[in-house]
């Protein structure tokens, strides 16, 4: 096993990173993901790094919040986006409600304040979602800083600035850094050009407009889904079944529509669900059988809830085992309104 | 959802007079636009940071591009973009340059 150094699509190969050999392909499959990188935020991860600052997509970070949380006395905590996209786009949302449902369960919730500081115009920004779901934060009490974009932060002083030069102040900061493609993409010269080192691919097929035998999967592709699960999930199913008409020189078939189906845990043992695509935004409805459901879309419910605790063990136990999911990868519109 | 006409041209607007037709869009309709978002007149700067914008959501399938691909993709440091497009440039370059209002997935 090596590290890439290079990938050099010109001439069909890639370089080691531990013995500088070549390995020349045929076909390319690049699924290299996305990280956080706090270091791009000045006075992010600085001496208050898992003192007063957190984040939680790494499991040292997950972790050390963890046990910030467990002796934590109550105070201002800021949940901040620096920018998007972000893997797993509706986590910083779950995460906000979950801490109002754990300080209550602590009984500390009168002695925090929650604030969600987010470079959108709003925590949900689809219109139907907006309509439907905009009373939830409010209701919980978790007021939103939109349109916020950071600068840099005060470590000293405890508070983030943007360049607006908005102020908030915290006692503890939760931060989703900036999230990038790995650095081997911008070596290579195959990212977009904006520094974020994702490979800019056919949203249908995921074939490289540019190399007509590099095909980039999951987070490492600039596509406009959310950089989800689910996502790589029902796009790896699609790209199997077209890669191997590729290889015979066929045309390919199937087409990605961009579908996305998330849980978001909301707390109190309740949970939503969304289900989209490329073209059409969450809706509210029924799912996965029309009408009955059991999960409602864009709602919050028991079932929803108990639907996610269900997920984890599916996906320990068929997921992971490459299993098939009884679920098609394609979005349909049954059960489904406006 | 509706229609409303800006620079003469009849263009399909959402609620929030964001195009959501990027090929109804010109440059008049953009410097329209603009002296509604309170920008009296696009200088070069502006323009460089709406062409960029333009031919960006072209290659992302319609979606106007952040704040970090402008700055990146531009070289015009964010503080600017926030001098020239004041408060909110991401959002109010995406309305100006005729594209969809920068949106999470929910």
């Not at chain 2, 333009?54 to 964010?78: F, H």
């Amino acid at each position: 096993m090596s590290p890439i150094e290079v990938i050099e699509p010109e001439h069909n190969r890639v370089k080691l990173a531990k013995d500088g050999r070549y390995l020349d392909y045929d076909f390319l499959v690049i699924a290299t993901g996305a990280r956080t990188h706090p270091e791009e935020t000045p006075g992010l991860q600085e001496h208050e790094w898992h003192k007063s600052i957190y984040d939680f997509y790494t499991v040292e970070g997950a972790l050390a919040l963890q046990k910030h949380l467990r002796n934590w006395e109550g105070g201002r905590l800021v949940v901040n986006v620096v920018e998007n996209p972000i893997k797993c786009p509706v986590a910083p949302l779950e995460f906000i409600m979950l801490a109002d449902w754990f300080f209550h369960e602590q009984g500390i919730r009168d002695r925090v304040e929650l604030i969600y500081a987010t470079p959108l115009p709003g925590a949900f920004t689809k219109p139907i979602a907006s309509k439907q779901l905009g009373h939830i934060l409010d209701e919980k009490n978790i007021k939103v800083e939109p349109e916020f974009m950071v600068m840099e932060v005060n470590p000293d002083e405890k508070k983030i600035v943007s360049y607006d030069e908005r102020e908030i102040e915290y006692d503890l900061l939760v931060t989703v850094p900036l999230n990038k493609g790995d650095e081997v993409i911008g070596r290579s010269g195959m990212d977009a050009g904006d520094g974020l080192n994702y490979v800019p691919v056919d949203k249908h097929t995921f074939l490289s407009p540019t190399y007509g035998n590099v095909f980039v999967l999951g987070d490492a592709a600039a596509v406009p889904t959310s950089k989800a699960g689910s996502v790589a999930h029902f796009a790896v199913d699609i790209f199997a079944e077209n890669f191997v008409r590729h290889i015979d020189g066929l045309e390919m078939h199937h087409k990605f529509d961009g579908h996305a189906n998330c849980f978001i845990e909301s707390g109190f043992g309740k949970g939503l669900l969304i289900d989209f695509n490329y073209d059409v935004e969450p809706l509210p409805g029924r799912y996965p059988l029309p009408g009955v459901g059991p999960f409602k879309l864009l709602e919050e419910s028991e079932m929803n809830h108990w639907g996610k605790m269900m997920f984890r063990w599916m996906y320990w136990n068929i997921l992971l085992k490459g299993a098939e999911l009884p679920l098609p990868a394609k979005m349909s519109m049954s059960g489904k309104w406006r | 959802m509706g229609t409303r006409t800006i620079a003469g041209v009849t263009v399909q607007v959402n609620d929030e007079g964001f195009l959501t037709n990027p090929a109804e869009w010109n440059k008049s309709i953009a410097a329209e636009i603009a002296k509604e978002e309170g920008i009296a007149t696009l200088s070069d700067a502006h323009w460089k940071v709406i062409d960029y914008c333009r031919g960006e959501a072209n290659k992302l399938g319609g979606k106007s591009p952040t704040l970090r691909q402008i700055t990146v993709g531009t070289g015009v440091q964010t503080k600017e973009l926030f001098g020239l497009f004041p408060k909110g440039p991401a959002k109010k370059v995406a309305r100006i340059a005729g594209l969809g209002k920068p949106e999470g997935c929910v």
